[in-house]
């Protein structure tokens, strides 16, 4: 998995920025895709569920501005949100302690959002699939019987192939790793391309989660490219044939985490549009909880 740079994500409080990047591809904004994505009604008032992002300094250590990200990342969804002053284990623990619903942390291998009232994970990976591929779906006007190439094999790719094969897409999987690909193809029964680059120029609907350059050369006239993959890896020719290339670096993903950790709390608990409560301080509300109905 590639690891994000404070370069990567420098922008990503703007989130309408997005939102009008979105909406020319999809007609959606981040909110109504992330929504959609996790089977909760567009309209629902986020507002009395509160997000902690708790910086981590394992591993490579914190990335600047990550936690800050998330944070402005769950204002844009209408959630309350703040960043914890204290990292790690110390971070995580008073945000439980404080009440908070949601803690969003990632390490250099895992990036999760923990949901304090369900006990569930919603994991970076299949969060950020789930997300691009409605986001593909919308661009191309549905997918159902549509050919989709998936590109990659790792965990993104595996988890889209899946997503965009429930959703009824004709989807056949590639990969630089040609047997990694086709072991995942044989698994979940979808079709398989040996060959990248053929794979590419066959195909009009594409998800790439891939770190790797698309060549423009290899793209079809008019292609629609849903793509998480971090670094951003299309020319410029690549922009002029594609239709339409989706592509953001932390929010799409992050927007669904924190939309499917609400839907565990409403499937499980029945908890719905409860308004506001006072925002929380880690300090003043530990153990308070009471925002359950
Ligand atoms: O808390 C921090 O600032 C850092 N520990 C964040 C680390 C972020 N993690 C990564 O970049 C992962 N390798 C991948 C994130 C997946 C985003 N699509």
């Known amino acids: 998995m590639t690891r994000l740079t404070s370069d990567d994500i420098e922008d990503v409080w703007d989130g309408a920025r997005l939102d009008t990047r979105l909406e020319a591809a999809t007609r959606r904004t981040v909110r109504e895709l992330a929504m959609e994505a996790a089977g909760l009604p567009?309209?629902?008032?986020?507002?009395?569920?509160?997000?902690?992002?708790?910086?981590?300094?394992?591993g490579l250590g914190e990335i600047g501005g990550f936690a800050q990200s998330?944070?402005?990342?769950?204002?844009?969804?209408g959630m309350r949100s703040h960043v914890s002053n204290v990292p790690d284990v110390?971070?995580?623990a008073a945000a439980v302690?404080?009440?908070?619903?949601?803690?969003?942390?990632?390490?250099?291998?895992?990036?999760v959002a923990y949901n304090t009232v369900t006990g569930t994970v919603a994991d970076n990976a299949?969060?950020?699939?789930?997300?691009?591929?409605?986001a593909l779906r919308d661009?191309?006007?549905g997918l159902a019987g549509k050919e989709v190439l998936v590109m990659g094999a790792g965990f993104v790719g595996s988890e889209a192939v899946r997503i965009l094969r429930d959703m009824h897409a004709m989807v056949s999987v590639t990969d630089i790793d040609a047997e990694k690909a086709r072991?995942?193809?044989?698994?979940?029964?979808?079709?398989?391309?040996?060959?990248?680059?053929e794979?590419?120029?066959?195909?009009?609907?594409?998800?790439?989660?891939t770190p790797g350059t698309i060549p423009g050369q290899d793209m079809i006239q008019g292609a629609i490219v849903s793509s998480p993959g971090v670094p951003y890896s299309f020319d410029d020719e690549a922009g002029r044939r594609a239709k339409a290339i989706i592509h953001d670096p932390l929010e799409i993903g992050a927007a669904v985490m924190l939309t499917v950790a609400v839907s565990d709390t409403v499937r499980m608990t029945g908890r719905v549009n409860i308004p506001a409560l006072a925002p929380i301080h880690a300090q003043e509300a530990a153990g308070h909880r009471g925002v359950e109905v």
């Open 183 to 197: 072991r995942l193809a044989v698994y979940e029964g979808v079709g398989w391309i040996e060959d990248v680059r």
């Open 42 to 58: 567009g309209g629902m008032d986020l507002s009395s569920f509160s997000v902690v992002s708790v910086p981590i300094t394992s």
């Open 97 to 111: 302690e404080s009440g908070a619903d949601i803690v969003l942390m990632a390490d250099d291998d895992r990036f």
């Open 139 to 141: 661009a191309a006007g």
């Open 199 to 209: 794979a590419v120029s066959t195909h009009r609907l594409i998800l790439n989660a």
């Open 90 to 92: 110390s971070g995580f």
């Open 70 to 77: 998330l944070d402005a990342i769950a204002r844009h969804l």
């Open 126 to 134: 299949r969060c950020t699939a789930l997300g691009y591929s409605y």
